[in-house]
DNA sequence: AATTAATGTAAAGTAAACATGACATAAAGA
DNA sequence: TCTTTATGTCATGTTTACTTTACATTAATT
């Protein structure tokens, strides 16, 4: 899965730590979603989109590997 | 979090069972998610938002309640 | 060049998302 | 009514999302 936090935090001009602070989630978990380590939780998703006011699709994208394996990683 | 899983699937008339194999979860998963019973990861909100052609928030969408604690659960 | 702010990374722990197998019940059709 | 299909649920196990603490690195400011 691809995104764009990086770009949506940048026309906002905030950091990973607001971020983080804004849809309650630890510094350190922002940074590893940043970095697609990870495949978080619908919930933080969407609050995440919704800081960004953009639809989830915008802000999160399916790669075609996604669909290879099943939900997780 | 809402979900209209249930609705969507009424729409294109597959069952549970089906949802799952399209999404390659298994189908206890897909009765827990339309049962609310936990958060979904992304990537499987994706890959059924995709199913049923309808942006995310369309299917999933958060309460006023999850934005109360962290992104879990 | 020195300090501060922002980001990256790592280790250890906890909670929860998933899987599988099994069974109970409800709905639907023959 | 009998059988099948769809849904709900429970128990057990594994993986991983997320936390906290801590430190290293990079970027920005003075």
Same mark, same amino acid.
């Given at each position: 899965?691809?995104?764009?936090? %990086?770009?949506?935090? /940048?026309?906002?001009?905030?950091?990973? /730590?607001?971020?983080?602070?804004?849809?309650?989630?630890?510094?350190?978990?922002?940074?590893?979603?940043?970095?697609? %380590?990870?495949?978080?939780?619908?919930?933080? /998703?969407?609050?995440? /989109?919704?800081?960004?006011?953009?639809?989830?699709?915008?802000?999160?994208?399916?790669?075609?590997?996604?669909?290879?394996s099943d939900g997780?990683?």
């Amino acid at each position: 899965m691809k995104n764009s936090i %990086k770009v949506e935090r /940048a026309k906002l001009n905030i950091t990973q /730590a607001q971020l983080a602070e804004l849809v309650n989630v630890s510094r350190q978990t922002i940074n590893a979603i940043e970095l697609g %380590k990870y495949n978080l939780s619908t919930i933080l /998703a969407l609050k995440i /989109a919704q800081v960004f006011k953009q639809p989830v699709q915008n802000v999160f994208e399916l790669e075609d590997s996604d669909w290879q394996s099943d939900g997780n990683s």
